[in-house]
Every structure is written in C-alpha cells, then in structure tokens.
C-alpha cells in the first residue's frame, strides 16, 4: 500500500497537463479528466485512511533516498482521513462548477483554465496532508498559491484582480516568513524531516524552540485565518467565483490548522504556548462571529463565521489533551463540509434571486422549498444544534475544557457557549431575510440578467439598482427573456436568474449536505477514529518509527 501515497499528488498533476494539452479544444474531454481523477483520487484516499488506521502510518521516500536527503511522504489517520474529506467535497465542488458552466455555456478561456489551475489546488492541498518534512509543506503551500491566484481572479474584473492581489501579497508574506522558519530549522538542526525534528529540536536550546514554534504558528495562523491575521479573508473570498469561494472557505484555511495540528504534536510537545493559542482561539470566536451579525451579504457575513469558527479548532490544538485533539478534529471534518455547502448555498441564491444582499431578497422558501432546505440542515449543523456532527464537535472540545479545569479553559468554554448562540442569531437572521419573509419589491425577476459595466463600458446605474456589498458595485439590472444564454459568474460579467436551477449545481450541494448529515449518522465511528487519530498524534513513535524504520 505505500506504492499508493503519491498518487494522491501525482494524479492531479498528470491530469493538469492532458487538461492543458487538449482541454482547450476537447471541452467534454476535460471535464471527463477532471471529473475521473478525483474520482480516483477519492477512492485512493479512502483506501489509505483505512489502511493507515489498520496497518499504521505508511511512508515512501520518493526516488529511494533516505530522510534528510529525500522527499518522505507518510499518510497516517489524520493525513488519510484530510485526504477522504477534502477529495470529496473537492469532486463535488468540481460538478457544481461544471453545472455552472453549462447551463450559462460558457466556452470561453477562463473556464477552459479553471480546470487545470482547480487540478494544481487539488494537488497542492494533497501534498501538504502527506508531506513528510518542512520543505515539501512549503512546496504544497506554494502549489496552492499558484493556483489559488488563477482562481480567485478568474476572469479578470477589477474587484477579482483586487482581491486576489491582497490574497497573493499576504500569502508572499507568509511564504518568505515560512522560508526563514525553515532555515533556521536547518540550521540549528541540520534537517527538516518531521521524523527527525522530533528527536533534534528537544536538544535546542528553550529560547530557539521558542522562535522557531512562534514562526511556524504565525505562518499556519495566517493560512488558517486565526485573529488578529484574519483580516485579509473577508475582502478576498466573497467577490470570486461561488464554487472557488466554496472550496476556499471549506478547505484551504483547514490545510493551516492541519499544520498545526502536525507540528504542536510532532516537533513541539509540551503546550508551551497553549495559553497564547486560546487567547488566539477566543479573539478569533468572538470578533468572528460579532463581524457576521454586521454583514447584510450573505458572502461576507459566511466569511466572518469562517474566521469565527476556525476558533474552535485552535481551542482543541490550545488545550492540547487527547479529547481535545479528537474533538478539534471532527471539528475541521465537520467545518470543511458544512462551510463548503453553505458558500454552494450562496452560489443557487445568487442564481435564484439575483444576489446575495439579504435586503434584496426574501420568499425563497416559498418560491425554492428544496433550496431552503439545502440552506437549513448545513445552517443548524454550523449552529451546533442537537444531535447534528456540529454539536458533537463543539461538546467534545467543551468537555475537554471542562475536564482540563484551568481559568482559560473555562473562559473558552463559556465563549464557545456564547457563539454557537450568536451563530443560531445568524443564521435566524439570514433564513427571516432570504427565505421567510415575502419577496421585496425590487426582488430581481426570473431572466434578470445582472451585467458588470466592464463589459460595455457605461456608467453604473444609481439608485436602487445596484447591489451592494456584492464585491461588484457597478452592477446594473437588464430585463431579458428569460433561458437567454449569458457569460457566466466562472467568467465574472454576469449572472441570469431562473427559478429552474441547474441540476448539477443542485446535485453536487445536496452531495455535500448529505455528506455532513453522513457525519451525524456514523458520529460513532468516526468519533472512535478521531479518537485514535489524537491518541497516534501524542504517541508520535508510531510516525517516527515509521518513517526512520526504528
């Protein structure tokens, strides 16, 4: 089975270049390509999450070159359980993106790109669960931030290019910072194998450990959007694309607080900083989640609890105590899927009503019952209402707090009691808005076409017309028969209302609330794996072993 443990990578990458060579002349034959490789990919990510959990870590050094010289991938339960979950909602992502595309026919270049650049992410995020060592994670970072670039500025309008700078000049930053983590690593240790660190970084001095710890933290927090280094998200997700911003939102800010979980258990045992991780923690739950009952669109208001509820898992990873590891892990599981399927959401109620500005819109349960019901169920799953995989998450981690006993455990416990409240608020105030009450009067109508002035030239309408908070201000209304094809959102210039929805959009979401009711169902097993998967992480022989072969 270690043969497997590249292919998660490697399949992606080979699929980016058929995607290029031919894709751009052989439409159905990229969707196919893409659609088969993370098929395959989902089914080799089971296959080594299972085997991970029976046989125990499994390693290979690629071109057969031992550790430190060669590149050492390992898939253990967590690493195999983020690859499951990440490659299925990353294929469902993929048909709601193809739904997209579609139904508004749009053949044009950039969602001939979108396919090889959504592959490289794909491959970059696999590369980051399975690197083995320092320098292959920066590779698996840099991997995503390529790709992330092309996404977030699909199509190429103003407010797309604008986000996506702030995104690439944070992450720059970040990278350069990363890079000097990792030279002073190597140079006070002389590798940057995770195996050996393990053995070699106990043997530093306090104040060097220390530094290199703060460094990597700072790093991972910036990927993870942790508060106070946050701020960058709600500006940058909410203006692309509704399946890159689902698969952003979901999964990318997951990869940061995987890094934690990896490098607090593997190469910094003992908590040193577990007092200044649930300061972060609590920051991160309260400004959060006090930013999304601000928002009247629904984009951004769904980015602010994103910050807010990366919290949670940074208290599990604060605590640093097996129930609180396995708690922290069912609940990036859970997050991933549920915040994935609540930005899909936002994608068909954009469709349906013409925006995501909640003032604008209203009487969607009515006129779209299955829509409010795909918007319901992941809602009260975010909330944490009984018996639902979000309450089995917070109720782990809370009673690790309350079992730990100290004065920052308790003040966690008590904020997270207060956000999942103010979380329930936001959600009530989304669902009065958008779908309980009767439909505004300037509600857009079915075959409303929403046009950006780049395409034309002219100046933004006043008045009523515009859509703010949308991340395209100038935005006009233009009545057309309804069905008349248009560019696409994927292609940033426009969007057409319809009361039918693509099914493949439909499909693709109802996959992924179904997978986080699936969470629910299976609460046992797969609380009993995270479980093991926290107790492997405190060992660490089990993965040094592996690795090293001692």
Known sequence: ??????????????????????????KQFQRFISVAVLTAVLGLSVTLMIDADIEGPL??????????????????????????????????????????????????????????????????????????????????????????????????????????????????????????????????????????????????????????QAMLLTVFAIKAAVFPLAAWLPDSYPTAPAPVTAVFAGLLTKVGVYCMLRTETLLFPGNRLGDLLMAAAL???????????????????????????????????????????????????????VQTTLFLVAGLIERRGGTTELTRLGGIAKAAPLLAVLFFVPAMNLAGIPPLSGFIGKLGLMRAGVADGGVWAWILVIGSTATSLLTLYVMAKVWNLAFWRAAPPGQALDGTVLESDEEDGSDADEGPDRMPGTGDEGVRIRHQPAGRAVAATLHGHAVTTTTRLPRPMTWATAA???????????????????????????????????????
């Open 59 to 212: 390693t290979v050094n690629l071109g057969d070159f031992a550790p430190p010289l060669g590149i050492t991938l390992v898939a253990d339960r967590l690493s195999g359980l983020m690859l499951t979950v990440s490659s299925a909602v990353t294929l469902c992502v993929l048909v709601y993106s193809l739904g997209q595309g579609m139904a508004d026919r749009d053949e044009e270049t950039p969602v001939a790109v979108f396919h090889p650049a959504y592959l490289i992410l794909v491959a970059g995020v696999s590369c980051t669960f399975l690197a083995g060592d320092l320098v292959n994670l920066y590779v698996g970072f840099e991997i995503m931030l390529v790709a992330s670039f092309v996404l977030l500025t699909l199509g190429g309008t103003g407010p797309r290019v604008r986000a996506g700078s702030t995104y690439v000049i944070i992450s720059l930053f970040s990278s350069m910072l990363f890079l000097t983590a990792i030279a002073m690593t190597y140079a006070a240790t002389g590798t940057a194998n995770f195996a050996q660190l393990a053995g070699r970084l106990a043997a530093l001095p306090l104040g060097v450990q220390t530094l290199i």
């Open 512 to 550: 992924t609330v179904a997978l986080g009711l699936a969470f629910t169902v299976f609460a046992g097993p797969l609380t009993s794996y995270t479980d093991r998967s926290a107790a492997e992480l405190l060992a660490r022989s089990p993965y040094i072993e592996a690795v090293l072969g001692r």
């Open 283 to 337: 920051a991160s739950m309260v400004v959060g989640i006090l930013g999304a009952v601000a928002q009247t669109d629904l984009k951004r208001l769904l980015s602010f609890t994103l910050i807010s509820h990366i919290g949670y898992m940074i208290f599990g990873i604060g605590l640093a105590t097996r129930q609180a590891y396995g708690g922290a892990i069912v609940y990036v599981v859970h997050h991933i899927t």
């Open 1 to 26: 089975m270690n043969a497997l443990v590249p292919l998660p990578v490697l399949l992606p990458l080979c699929a980016t270049g058929l995607s290029l060579a031919f894709g751009t002349r052989l």
